[in-house]
């Protein structure tokens, strides 16, 4: 097993230089302690009746008793006592329940029972199994032995999202009865340990849900159990005011940060906090018994400080994407283009309309109007004739009529879409932007100035464009591939290029033709787009590594030679990662053309830099997805960001909702006040001239919401039903009573007038006869 508890410790394998090693932890002190107990640990076991007591079996063929102390003192360097079977490598090691110093000990077939005060022989060596063993078991009386090995099919339930090493379960002395824990586990995963609580919905101390249970003091010696001893642990009252008075632990300073492991172990944290205080929400499903799973309420000072230090957490964990009612669909979608490149979204929108390229001669681009949802009509659609076959295309974000669209002559078109959307076929462009010598990539306007343009080509350029003149005013240089994707920077100062040759590039294009930084980039070469995030100070790159795996990188704006601070495996597919960062939550929020499943994270400054939130999956593979500015959003509804879904046949939208209670509250710690995107800072010649701007921001509150700041703060109302409502299991008969009870209560109550016999009539005199 790979994480063993106590009431008091916590152990749990890690590896420190190729070897197996055991990392301590305390309840009271949830830090980092480590000490190499044995090499190569294959499992471990905590006494009974000690709770500093640790039995180890490895790979070295012995097993070691250690008699522990608080993990922040100095751990024995020496075992206490060492067995050694010479049975080959063991597996298993497992405490008596009813005795003291006896061991049951599993080498790769066979179970041996040991007897720790005689260290010659084993007691007794079990029959052996066919194939390697896998666990033990003892009964509750220490009577029988249970095994098993690995031709036996096993089944597991999955706590949690996250991979689990192993699974503990705490002594029942350890539960905080008073808040009603029945039950806590440790879940071990790649990076950390998380408590698992169950509690029933109720308060203070009830002794139905806390029969005795066994105490910590052996019912005998491992040579009475030998000689054929059957007597039981005594059992002790979970009570509080029954349990023994503890002396209080001497104040101790805790530690300001951090620690690693000794050794250079692989960092571990575990999410934990004492009993008495409260942790972070449990993640885990709610029990089927009715137990309802969670941590306990008002966290105490000292609570929140080890919160603090384990780092943050997101109130984003939890978001719901979900596609909005059909009504708003715009649907029978005929003829789109499914072979735009790479580096292209593969359609783009505004508030007011949408822009799919068509999969029809003379590169036609379908313009549908958001104000106009429903079924398109059979008959032909008034279209944009690019004249060549679609690269890319942007609408301009200060101007909802104007559309840039890069097409495969190296040349670009900007077309102004009439008021009301497109009555008839539009086949002259506004304005035609010459430069290139080679196919274009991908286009994107500036994020603060008007009428400026940035492009990309296969001539291994950057060049930018003023819409206004029409003309080239910079062209940057430094590629020597192919360029996957370009990014402004929010203050529009910077402009940041991920390459084919494996860099990343930042340009100051106003000062230099070159770039003013240059770091390794993704090792793969499928593809790559960038992002600026964190209030424009580190730079997210999602592409893949040397095993065509998908991965975010997070580069340091100020820093890109140093490579990438942080990075997170995603999974593997042929399809780049296309990244949108909404800077008011710091969500980014990321899928690719082909894939079913949206993956949203949280970003943060600092470790562990990513979260990984609730991910929102479409029934069919999508063909794109396209953001709207913040003000589309329903704050009622505490969306976050809204979407549009580009499938075969359908336009849809989708909604991220962060659940919450309150929602008559308008969510002011969701919310901040947001950019207006929508309106230019500057024009281009004045950015171009050296200026700088920034948007003003605007508050999304609507008049008549209350902050949930400042909501009046009411005493938790809670019904507590009796236990066995709780516990008890009902009869089929129950469940038919209570679900007829649901379906009249829903139907209404039937002695109810009806609506038609309120209705005022008419005088007898006023009827009249044929």
Known sequence: NHIRA??????????????????????????????????????MDFSPFDECLLATCSGDETVKLWRLCDPELQQPSAPELTLRPGQGRLELVLFHPTSSGLLAVGNTKSPLIWDTSRQDTPLAVLEQHGDQLQSMCWKQDGSLLASSCKVMTTLS?????????????????????????????????DSCIVPISYQVPRKEFHEDLYPDTVGTTPAMSAEEWWKGGNKQVEKVSLHPDKQPKQKAPPAKQMPAKKE??????????????????????????????????????????????????????????????????????????????????????????????????????GGQIGIFER????????????????????????????DTHRLAVAGDDAKIRVWQVPEGGLKETLTEP???????????????????????????????????????????????????????????????KLLATVCKDGKVRIYDPRKSTAPVQEGPGPEGQRGARAVWVCEGKYLLVSGF???SERVLYLYSADSLSSGAIASTSIDISPSTLIPFYDPDTSVVILTAKGDTRVHI???????????ECSSFNSPEPHKGLAFLPKTECNVRDVEIAVGLLLTKTTIEPVAFRVPRVKKEFFQDDVYTDTAVCWEPALTASAWLSGSNGQHKKISLKPKDMTPVSEAPKEAPVRKYLPSSVYLEEKTDEQKKEELLSAMVAKLGNMDDPLPQESFEGVDEDEWVSE
């Not at 197996?20 to 305390?26: G, H, I, W």
């Not at 949690?160 to 995963?189: F, H, I, Y």
């Not at 492009?455 to 996957?484: A, C, I, M, P």
């Not at 943060?604 to 830099?609: G, I, L, T």
């Open 6 to 43: 106590s009431a008091k410790l916590v152990a749990f394998n890690t590896e420190q230089a190729g070897k197996t090693a055991v990392t301590l932890m305390s309840f009271l002190f949830p830090m980092r302690f480590s000490s190499s107990l044995s090499d190569l640990v294959t499992d």
């Open 260 to 361: 690693l492991a000794s050794g250079g172990s692989k960092e571990v944290e575990m999410l934990y906090t004492p009993s008495s205080s409260s942790a972070v929400p449990s993640r885990s499903p709610s029990s089927t018994s009715g137990l309802s799973s969670g941590f306990l309420p008002s966290p105490s000072q000292s609570a929140k400080a080890i919160q603090s230090m384990m780092g943050p957490t997101s109130k984003f964990r939890h978001i719901q994407g979900a596609v909005m009612h059909r009504d708003t669909h715009i649907t029978n979608l005929r003829g789109l283009n499914l072979t735009t490149p790479g580096e292209c979204d593969g359609f783009c929108v505004n508030r007011q309309r949408v822009a799919v390229p068509l999969a029809i001669s």
């Open 157 to 189: 339930h999955c706590l949690t999202d996250t991979a689990t090493r192993g699974v503990a379960m705490v002594p029942k002395v350890a539960l905080d009865v008073m808040s009603c824990e029945v039950m806590r586990v440790l879940q071990l995963t």
């Open 371 to 398: 104000s106009q949802p429903g079924r398109l009509p059979e008959t032909a659609l008034s279209t944009i004739q690019n004249s060549v076959n679609v690269v890319d295309l942007s609408w301009d974000p200060f």
């Open 430 to 492: 506004e304005v035609i932007l010459q430069g290139h010598t080679e196919k274009i990539y991908s286009i994107k306007f500036h994020p603060l100035a008007s009428g400026l343009l940035v492009s990309s080509s296969y001539d291994l350029t950057v060049r930018l464009w003023n819409l206004e003149s029409g003309e080239q005013v910079k062209l940057l240089t430094g590629h020597q591939d192919q360029v996957f994707g370009m990014a402004w920077s929010p203050d529009g």
């Open 601 to 611: 994270y949280e970003m943060f400054p600092q470790d562990p830099y990513f979260i």
């Open 545 to 547: 590594d040397s095993r």
